[in-house]
């Protein structure tokens, strides 16, 4: 192979609606990798990003919660696929944001690839570990299913920039659920690669949307949006802009998971999932 | 055909236009109308009202003798307890009916003559239903020639249940005929006819074949008369005059057998169809051991105490 | 005519003192007085209660912390247990006092009270009393462990009910309570106080304050609560979220509602009928999952609104202790002005109010039962929560539009679905934005069975395994 051959680099874009736009605003922002060299330009998005990301998540509610949860699951399985196929990108990539050595990215790339495989076998089982039969005094058939709480705005770990994402967004999509995800500003490259497999995985357009930018720009029009169901501040490490973000949340009552540090290589509790779902009650007479 | 049934065109033309009437009426939720039932079953009816509500209990009641050991004696001895039903007291009113077999309609005719009780006798090869129908037809005109104003019949369960539900409608209508000028009361057994969209069906299919009441009950099947059960025909009773503009009563018969249970009736009746129905004109009770609690409930709010078996005749 | 008698049910059964301090550490303290209790149903003055400040609000978390960390929450979850079962078996003894009590503060009917409120307090208090001990089988993890301290703060719609979903759930895990009942209604909560008295429980356990918003803000805001638990007001539960932001408390809210009480032409015409007018004047529609939005189909809107006024005409507004009372007092005279205004922006809007002829008392705060016909989604009384017994009718005519109005709300507490039809139902009740959907009844409750919102009517649920989430720690 000549190695005087020039590389064709790739543009950074953000993910909405299953396409790739730049940033409407126009703007980019440098990204460098942790040891300081020139990585990309992404899109720097603006609140109009956001605005065009809830649309696009809304819009997919319908499709992705009607969908089985068989087929959920599927699909979850499938970008585990596509993922594997593209591992040794994801681990150059993760590598390049975080530093580290090879065997940290690898063991990071590889613990994405197993959560996905992990989350796809909990979509038909979901409804039956967090459902319940009533036994009600009375002639009465009631059940208690999940339904997916609608759209989430999801700020992505700051650090972990793959298995932190997936970690985040794999819980809250597994139940039906569409969402808004706010890439770690410092590390979003593996984030829009992630996109590039979301993509190509049979996942309807708009279930993910990836914006790259920054928290505190973002954050408070991703939270205060009055379409948007819930609010993971996972990602959001200053107490100031995470309190001022689950204020805005409280507009329209969202659902809100507060920043706190989990370890992403433990196997994940259901809390993750659970915190997004709305548990229904059905009752129906019993008679003939 | 009848004014009823062409009131709302003629559902009774095929087996095909009945079916399609009857099955298109609303369904009945069964845990809600229990429901209902129950509810209505929680009115406290106190003092005056009750007092009220015994009286016109009384004058509801269609003292009933349905046994293989009835004899003119002991349906004597009930004519006398039907005009007279508490011999210590003369202000107490008498029952609307006595109701017997065909066979003693002589002797109730001739005991009840002058009295404004009427006289109802079951028919139509009561309790079962089960012979020829011009059997039927004899044992009703039989009946009427005897001296019976009122003849409670039978339908077939058997047509009704298998689907049959013209056959049932012509035989209804056929009995009617045969009552002449006697009022007919069509015991739908709802004990046999299992749900209660089946009781409503019924109840329209007794109506639009010209029954003057519906009645639960033989009285020889359990369950006999419930509330759930009388709520559906009330329902069916009001939805029917709103439709076509005549009246029907409706009677609940066997297993009413104290006055708490009586007055619950009552007030169902009240809170369903309305002061329309609360008259002996239109509502009955098929009883027998009902009307002595009534009697001892009566005297109780005019005494004030308690009273024993013993202070009330036997028949 | 069958005129009814009066059947009052006998308020002696009921002790009401004159003044009423605060149940805190086991003891109450002196009354200080600060507030009024009225009957609702004739305005008498009941009792004066105390008004909690910030030096009481201390002190109950105080009480509340200490038996937590000595008491409560290290005691066996089969101790706790007995505790509770003892408690609903003090409530099942004092049912018909409670209730009387209940009906005298609240106006609700005593046969409500009676029949509905009373026996799912003890129902409560038995369920969870259950689970006190089998925890590590709920489902939240192997080592479920209580929180801590919960404030909690309740309406004045179901004051004791409301109570027991409360209490029950947040003991049964092991955490302590300080409870503010409803600033209208706090008597049953203060004779509750009395019940865990004569139920030995430790003190500390339960704390009973009593107080205005201000009250309960010092309640929700105090740095030592570490769960809050809060129905009540869409907007009061925002004002909370907005003041827990930052905190490391748990919060689960329980709020408005606005719910669609949607009748194909194929129902059940009469139950349906019944469950309208369950879903609306039950508790003279003082109900957050009130279906205070008829949606009828428009081929059976005629024929279903005449059924609907002929039933509500047999309504028997009036006296709430008297036992064939179907709709009592409104709750308070505030309420009664909330309530009159949204009608009066009903008829401003061009909808038609109709009520059944019935004769209110003169004294008290009464409101007749009340529809409005040919109202749209773009009137107020469509989109507000009136919380009285007022009905907005509205009519659709397929499938899609009834679902589509149904969830044209900010609200997502509760919808009901009357049809024969199967297969209807079930796609209808996954299509519904709504934490329960009553098909074919309306306004049943459970203890077993979860409770609670989408959206803005507020996050968690309650009864129910899932009613254990919001007092386990994660």
């Given at each position: ?288 | ?264 009736y009552l007030v169902m009746v009240n809170e369903t169809v309305g002061d329309d129905w609360l008259d002996p004109d239109w509502f009955r009770f098929g009883a027998s051991t009902l009307l002595n609690d009534l009697l001892m409930q009566r005297t109780k709010l005019a005494t004030g105490r308690y009273e024993g078996p013993d202070y009330f005749t036997v028949d | 005519m069958f005129e009814y008698a009066p059947a009052p049910e006998s308020r002696a059964i009921v002790d009401i003192k004159s003044s009423y301090g605060l149940f805190i550490d086991g ?448």
């Open positions: 192979m000549p190695t005087d051959r020039l590389a064709v680099k790739k543009t950074y874009k953000l993910y909405i609606g299953g396409a790739f736009p730049r940033s409407e605003s126009g703007r980019s922002y440098e990204v460098r990798s942790a040891g300081g060299a020139f990585l990309a330009n992404a899109a720097l998005a603006s609140r109009k990003d956001v605005r065009d990301a809830v649309k696009a998540a809304r819009a997919a509610v319908g499709k992705w919660s009607g969908a089985t949860a068989y087929n959920r699951g599927q699909i979850l399985y499938r970008i585990a696929e596509m993922l594997e196929g593209r591992r040794a990108q994801f681990i150059a990539e993760v590598r390049d944001s975080e530093g580290g050595n090879k065997s940290s990215a690898e063991a990071a790339v590889d613990a994405a690839i197993d959560r996905w495989v992990w989350y796809a076998g909990w979509s038909d089982k979901l409804a039956q570990v967090y459902g319940n039969a009533n036994p009600v005094a009375g002639p009465f058939f009631n059940l208690t299913v999940p339904e997916p709480t609608g759209v989430v705005g999801v700020v992505a770990p700051a650090d972990s920039s793959l298995l932190g994402l997936v970690s985040v967004v794999a819980p809250v999509i597994v139940g039906g659920n569409t969402c808004v995800v706010l890439a770690s500003p410092a590390r979003p490259l593996p984030a829009i690669t992630l996109a590039e497999v979301l993509a190509t995985s049979d996942l309807p357009g708009g279930v993910v949307n990836l914006l790259t930018g920054q928290t505190a720009e973002l954050g408070p029009w991703l939270a205060g949006h009055m379409d948007v169901n819930a609010v993971d501040l996972t990602g959001v490490d200053d107490h100031a802009l995470a309190r001022d973000l689950e204020v805005a949340a409280a507009a329209n009552l969202k659902r809100v998971r507060r920043p706190a540090a989990d370890d992403w290589a433990a196997e994940p509790a259901l809390d993750r999932m659970l915190g997004y779902l709305e548990p229904k009650t059905v009752w129906h007479p019993k008679g003939i | 055909m009848t004014a009823t049934v062409s009131a709302l065109g003629d559902v009774a033309r095929s087996d095909a236009a009945l079916r399609a009437f009857l099955h298109g009426l609303p369904g009945v939720d069964q845990v809600g109308a229990e429901a209902r039932a129950a509810m209505l079953g929680t009115r406290s009816i106190k003092t005056t009202a009750k007092a009220w509500a015994i009286d016109l209990a009384i004058r509801m009641v269609d003292l009933t003798t349905l046994e293989g050991a009835d004899t003119p004696g002991k349906v004597q001895a009930l004519c006398a307890k039907a005009r007279r039903p508490d011999p210590a007291d003369p202000s107490c009113p008498a029952v609307a009916a006595i109701c017997v077999y065909p066979a003693l309609v002589p002797t109730a005719a001739e005991a009840l003559r002058g009295s404004g009780v009427h006289l109802a006798s079951v028919a139509t090869s009561f309790p079962s239903g089960q012979a020829p129908l011009d059997i039927r037809l004899a044992d009703t005109r039989a009946a009427v020639s005897a001296g019976a104003d009122e003849i409670d019949m039978v339908i077939n369960r058997g047509a009704f249940l298998a689907g049959r539900y013209l056959e049932v409608f012509e035989e209804i209508a056929a009995v009617k005929e045969a009552c002449g000028d006697a009022h007919l009361k069509v015991i739908l057994e709802t004990g046999e006819l299992a749900t209660y969209d089946n009781v409503r069906r019924a109840s329209w299919l007794g109506m639009l074949a010209g029954g003057d009441f519906i009645k639960t009950s033989t009285g020889k099947v359990t369950p006999a008369a419930t509330p759930p059960v009388t709520l559906v025909m009330l329902e069916a009773v009001r939805d029917f005059r709103a439709q076509t503009g005549r009246q029907v009563g409706v009677k609940p018969a066997g297993g009413i057998r104290t006055s708490k249970d009586a007055i619950k | 003891k109450f303290t002196d009354g200080t007085g600060g507030r009024k209790t009225v009957n609702p149903a004739t305005e008498e003055v009941l009792a004066e209660v105390t008004e909690a400040g910030e030096a009481e609000v201390n002190a109950a978390v105080a009480a509340a912390r200490k038996a937590y960390s000595n008491v409560w929450g290290p005691m066996r979850g089969a101790e706790r247990a007995k505790y509770l079962y003892r408690i609903a078996r003090i409530v099942q003894e004092r049912a018909r006092e409670l209730a009387v009590l209940e009906s005298i503060d609240n106006g609700k009917p005593i046969r409500e009270s009676r029949d509905v409120d009373l026996p799912l307090v003890a129902a409560h208090f038995f369920y969870y009393a259950g689970w006190a001990d089998k925890l590590r089988h709920a489902g939240f993890g192997p080592e479920p462990r209580p929180i801590g301290v919960a404030g909690q703060v309740i309406p004045w719609n179901f004051p004791l009910l409301m109570l027991a979903w409360k209490i029950a759930p947040a003991l049964a895990c092991g955490n302590t309570v300080v409870l503010k009942p409803a600033e209208t209604t706090p008597l049953t909560a203060l004779a509750f106080a009395e019940i865990c008295q004569q139920a030995d429980l430790p003190p500390g356990v339960v704390n009973i304050i009593t107080g205005g918003g201000e009250t309960g803000r010092l309640l929700v805001e105090h740095p030592d609560v570490d769960k809050v638990a809060f129905t009540g007001s869409t907007e009061v539960g925002r004002a909370i979220a907005q003041s827990v932001a930052g905190t490391r408390k748990r919060v689960t809210l329980e709020l408005g509602g606005k719910a669609a009480n949607i009748v194909f032409d194929d129902a059940p015409i009469d139950q349906a009928v019944e469950g309208i007018v369950n879903g609306i004047f039950f508790n003279q529609g003082h109900v957050c999952c009130a279906g205070s939005r008829l949606l009828v189909q428009e081929s059976v809107a005629e024929e279903l609104l005449a059924s609907l006024k002929r039933r509500m005409a047999q309504l028997r507004v009036g006296d709430p202790l008297d036992k064939n009372t179907d709709v009592g007092a409104i709750n308070s005279a505030a309420q009664l002005d909330r309530i009159r205004e949204l009608s009066a922006a009903g008829d401003e809007e061009g909808a038609q109010r109709w009520s059944p002829p019935c004769a209110l008392p003169e004294r008290g705060f009464w409101f007749a039962p009340t529809i409005f016909t040919g109202v749209t989604q773009a009137h107020r009384i469509a989109r507000e929560e009136i919380f009285g017994p007022v009905l907005s009718v509205l009519t659709f005519r397929t499938p899609a539009e009834a679902v589509e109005k149904a969830n044209n709300t900010p609200y997502g507490l509760s919808a009901g679905v009357w049809t024969e039809k199967g297969s209807r139902i079930l796609r209808i009740a996954d299509q519904l934005r709504a934490g329960v959907v009553w098909a074919n009844t309306f306004n049943k409750f459970d203890p077993t069975s979860p409770f609670g919102g989408y959206k803005e009517s507020g996050y968690g649920r309650e009864g129910g395994r899932h009613g254990l989430e919001a007092y386990l720690a994660h």
